[in-house]
């Protein structure tokens, strides 16, 4: 039996500097599985054939901000944006790694 294959992704997760809610902490899910995170950059390990990501805000009444994505095999970074006000949605999109930005 072998083990499944994995690969680290870098996950970016940004709020905007006004936002109409405080305090609110984002929630990364992947393959279905519920992680509380922090803001800011992290690294997460997926499986290698193509997981999907989702994201969303959760602010003890509703969820919001939720944005969604299927990995390729070439997405080695993501960017998350969080939604100015708490009913919009949030968008995540492949990114070149933060240590190649300038």
Do not use: C
């Not at 509380?36 to 602010?59: E, K, M, R, Y």
């Not at 949605?89 to 990114?95: K, N, P, T, V």
């Amino acid at each position: 039996m072998t083990a499944p294959t994995t690969r680290r992704i870098e996950l970016t997760l940004r709020k905007p500097w006004f936002a109409l809610y405080a305090g609110v902490r984002p929630t990364l899910v992947l393959d279905g599985r519920g992680q509380p995170t922090q803001w800011g950059l992290g690294t997460w390990q997926v499986p290698s054939d193509g997981a999907t990501v989702a994201i969303f805000l959760f602010n003890r009444v509703w969820r919001f901000g939720q944005a969604e994505l299927t990995l390729s095999t070439d997405d080695r970074s993501l960017v998350y944006r969080a939604p100015w006000l708490p009913f919009l949605r949030g968008s995540i999109r492949s990114a070149p790694p933060a240590h190649m930005q300038a």
